[in-house]
């Protein structure tokens, strides 16, 4: 029986990850003393890689595949050349469901301004090829060094500034330190090795995966409602109801009554339910989505 590796990234996106691979329908068993996840289809092996690493263990044909951010991938690049096909462009992270920024930040007290106030001066970071790269673009001369860790303690004293990843900006702010510019937005991607990809098996693999992954995200924050309504107040009830697409109507066995369903977004819940009831809507119904397949 053919297998498809899979790389899960060990780290800050692990949890997510695997929430994410759950929510599609495959379940993920971690061990705290193995590096070889456990999954529920006899078709996937799991191996937990940093997400750092991962893009150059896909090229290496290592894996076949794996879930890692788009920043590692631009690092890995930068660095070796190597190449991997993106499967699946995936908007989740370790916090949320939206990109990740890798942002210059400074002082709050600094002159700092620009990225051109930074000419010859010293910038912390774990993105350093990236950095480089950015900063030669503006033709602004730093020195980019990297940083094993804790890169926000850094300025003034250890660096000038620093390139870090941040999602709510909360841990900068904690730091007293403001962001100046942006400098690459990021966010996870299911990518392959040239040769997973050139085997029809392991491609369809990918796609159905990517396929479940991506649906998996798209209920994230949405419901289902049902109920049922009389013919007359129906107009009523649509001018109410947001969807996706136009609400589902069916026919009920009393030609005077119809069941609708729709999808909407879980915050909308609260405040519609009881203008849905009292525009005539009975029998309601909110349930959970685990896809939603445009």
């Not at 092996?45 to 631009?74: F, P, S």
């Not at 129906?234 to 589902?248: G, H, N, S, V, Y």
Request: aromatic share 6%.
């Amino acid at each position: 029986m053919q297998t498809l590796r899979l790389g899960i990234p060990k780290g800050s996106l692990q949890e997510s990850t695997v929430q994410l691979l759950a929510r599609a329908g495959f379940n993920v068993y971690v061990s705290s003393r193995s590096y070889f996840p456990s999954i529920d289809d006899p078709e996937i092996e799991c191996t937990l890689i940093r997400a750092q690493e991962m893009a150059r263990y896909v090229a290496d044909d290592a894996v076949d595949a794996g879930l890692t951010g788009q920043d590692w991938i631009a690092e890995n690049q930068a660095a070796t050349g190597a190449e991997v096909v993106t499967i699946a462009d995936l908007i989740y992270s370790k916090q949320s469901f939206r990109k990740v920024r890798w942002v210059l930040a400074v002082p709050e007290s600094s002159s700092y301004q620009t990225p051109q106030d930074l000419n010859g001066a010293r910038i912390s970071t774990e993105l350093v090829r990236v950095t480089e790269a950015y900063f030669a673009s503006l033709g602004v001369n730093v020195e980019v060094e990297f940083s094993w860790g804790a890169t926000e303690v850094k300025p003034p004293r250890l660096a000038d500034a620093i390139v870090e990843a941040t999602e709510t900006g909360s841990t900068l702010r904690a730091n007293h330190l403001r962001t100046i510019d942006t400098v690459l937005e990021s966010n996870p991607q299911l990518i392959a090795s040239q040769s997973a990809v050139q085997d029809p098996w392991k491609q369809e693999k990918l796609d159905n995966l990517a396929l479940l992954l991506k649906a998996a995200i798209e209920a994230q924050g949405r419901v289902g409602l049902m109920l049922n309504v009389e013919r007359s107040n129906l107009d009523a009830l649509l001018r109410l109801l947001p969807a996706l697409q136009k609400p589902t109507i069916a026919p009920l066995s009393d030609n005077e009554w119809v069941a609708m369903s729709t999808i909407l977004e879980e915050r909308q819940v609260r405040e519609l339910i009881p203008k849905l009831k009292a525009a005539g809507g009975h029998g309601i119904v909110e349930y959970p989505l685990n896809k939603i397949v445009p």
